[in-house]
């Protein structure tokens, strides 16, 4: 008995700490996003392919944005962040194009119960392809509420029109796009109008620069650091120019993206990793 008592005693010195209490537990995110589909990997076992999906966790709830090119990919990075398709509660799709909507059919077959936002102005072929699968859209116009503190902008005309999320954390706005084709400094601008604040904390996704030359992504740059744009992921259609010109401006603030990628809100900081897997690299 005197042994075991020894024991115990010896044991629990090792979990305090240097004063003699216990270790703090570790902080809960606040947000907690994703990214599932990206044409860059943010590590090896996550493969890359053109097109944009990240997974928003945020008071309980989850939004699937955007949906990627590849439903086969999706699916295998969804199961190897060990995350089931049944606790999405929402699917925001931006914009018409398949690298952006062809996945949402197939996590749609996988949990019929998720809710899902297609802009009103989606060709018929993917209100079609919907129905075939029993999905009933809701066809998004104007801005709205996905759930608590999620809102998406609405109908953002470009070439296609997009919509673009909004989270409101406790630092400031989170900013998702999918892939900017009305402009990136425009969808921050309605995203600014709309809620009613200056700054954006983070903002990430496809910037659509890849064509772009160094004059022109330099101006959008400097556009945006004036709207207060405090941190970025360009990602997807951003263009490698793009990044590099952004993580000179940007510096820390600018965020490599990737299939894989995973940044936490975490007592007010950014927390930047990348996402649990079911198999480890060799």
């Not at 966790?57 to 939004?63: A, I, L, P, Q, Y």
């Not at 509660?89 to 949402?104: M, P, Y």
């Not at 060709?123 to 999905?135: C, Q, Y």
Request: with cysteine; aromatic share 6%; net charge positive.
């Amino acid at each position: 008995m005197k042994t075991v008592t020894l024991f115990f005693c010896a044991t629990s010195l090792l979990v305090l700490s240097a004063t003699g209490e216990p270790p703090a537990k570790r902080a809960k995110p606040e947000l907690d996003i994703r990214i599932i589909f990206d044409n860059t990997s943010a590590r090896r076992n996550y493969l890359r392919s053109w097109g944009f999906s990240a997974l928003i966790d945020f008071r309980g709830k989850r939004v699937l944005f955007d949906a990627g090119s590849d439903p086969i990919l999706l699916l295998e990075h969804l199961k190897k962040m060990r995350i089931d398709p049944k606790t999405i509660d929402h699917a925001v799709i931006s914009h018409q194009h398949g690298d952006h909507l062809r996945g949402v059919y197939w996590v749609f077959e996988k949990n019929p119960a998720m809710k899902v936002h297609f802009l009103d102005r989606f060709p018929d072929e993917a209100f079609r392809r919907a129905k075939g699968v029993k999905m009933k859209p809701h066809r998004v116009k104007g801005p709205f509420e996905v759930v608590p503190g999620i809102f998406s902008t609405g109908v953002v005309e470009g070439l296609p029109p997009e919509q673009s999320l909004v989270i409101e954390t406790s630092k400031g706005m989170v900013m998702l796009v999918g892939c900017s084709h009305p402009g990136v400094v425009k969808l921050v601008e309605t995203a600014q109008r709309q809620r009613q604040k200056k700054t954006v904390r983070l903002l990430m996704g496809g910037f659509h620069m890849h064509r772009q030359g160094p004059e022109k992504i330099g101006a959008t740059i400097a556009q945006l650091q004036d709207l207060n744009v405090q941190s970025v992921v360009p990602s997807h259609c951003s263009g490698a120019l793009a990044v590099d010109l952004f993580k000179t401006a940007y510096g820390k603030q600018a965020i490599s993206a990737g299939a894989g990628r995973r940044i936490q809100l975490i007592d007010g900081q950014l927390k930047v990793s990348v996402a649990e897997t079911d198999k480890q690299e060799n």
